[in-house]
């Protein structure tokens, strides 16, 4: 039984803030839109990153990729593909980054739990 679904119709959140049009560092993010890059991030992260809620390191600015958005949980075999993105950021510490545009960025919030419940919307079809 899905008990999300009522948490999901309660929040009634528009999918995108009016006060900020644009995601801040510290917000989790629910990534899509891969199809539009032209760039050679494994297959298999962007699955993870499409399946799996990220948070906002850092907003690097006049950068086309510029959301450092950190992962927890990457599996071992996925931490290479992570790793690669790594050599602009200046994050060699932390391995489970990837660089985004806001074409990749579907959803954001302030809140955890919020994008867990859109995410769970999106894999359910709610």
């Given at each position: 039984m899905i008990t999300k679904f009522e948490i999901f119709e309660k929040?009634?959140?528009?999918?995108?803030?009016?006060?900020?049009k644009e995601p801040q560092v510290g917000d989790f993010i629910v990534a899509s839109g891969w199809e539009n890059?032209?760039?050679?991030?494994?297959?298999?992260?962007?699955?993870f990153a499409s399946n799996n809620i990220g948070q906002i390191l850092i907003i690097r600015k006049r950068e086309w990729l510029?959301?450092?958005?950190?992962?927890?949980?990457?599996?071992?075999?996925l931490i290479g593909g992570f790793m690669y993105r790594l050599l602009s950021t200046g994050l060699h510490q932390d391995p489970v980054v990837c660089l985004l545009?806001?074409?990749?960025?579907?959803?954001?919030?302030k809140n955890k739990e919020d994008a867990e419940v859109y995410l769970n919307a999106l894999?359910?079809?709610?």
């Open positions: 929040l009634k959140f528009p999918l995108f803030s009016k006060k900020e890059r032209n760039d050679d991030l494994p297959t298999e992260v962007k699955e510029k959301y450092v958005v950190k992962y927890e949980d990457v599996p071992e075999n545009d806001m074409e990749n960025i579907l959803y954001w919030s894999k359910y079809n709610l």
